[in-house]
């Protein structure tokens, strides 16, 4: 230790403050109170609409007799029952049961249970692998 100086501190000093307040804290009731009481000015709008709900409920009236004179029946394309039956006539032809089949083609079992039900929505792909499977014409004319 000997030959070094006094020790002093060279570092600067560091003050922490808050952050300056927001847009809502400066609206906030104690913050305008505050300013009536200094005499500051204070400016109060009131928006268009402010408190209410009409917005949300103005054009829905024309909305609703748009949806009640509509009319049009939104289902989706289901198997034909030609489809189903030719399905089931060439698979039994060829003596695969449904999981058998859905193998082959590289789909699940519940894919062929829906095709031969008539619940499944026609997907050409998939059609193409059982025609090719099948060796049948499952689409088009026959």
């Known amino acids: 230790m000997a030959g070094v100086g006094p ?18 804290a400066k609206r906030d009731e104690k913050t305008v109170n505050a300013a009536r009481r200094s005499g500051a000015d204070i400016e109060s709008v009131r928006k268009y609409n402010a408190g ?3 917005a949300a409920s103005s054009g829905t009236s024309l909305n609703t007799k748009r949806l009640d004179d509509d009319t049009e029946n939104l289902a989706h394309e289901r198997v034909p029952t030609e489809l189903k039956k030719a399905i089931m006539q060439a698979r039994t032809e060829k003596k695969l049961t449904q999981s058998q089949l859905a193998q082959i083609i590289n789909e699940k079992p519940q894919v062929i249970q829906e095709y031969e039900s008539g619940k499944a929505i026609p997907n050409q792909q998939i059609l193409s692998k059982l025609e ?11």
């Not at 020790?7 to 809502?24: G, M």
């Open 7 to 24: 020790l002093t501190q060279d570092w600067e000093p560091v003050v922490i403050r808050k952050k300056a307040p927001n847009s809502a």
């Open 132 to 142: 090719r499977a099948l060796g049948a014409k499952l689409r088009g004319k026959k």
């Open 52 to 54: 209410t709900n009409k």
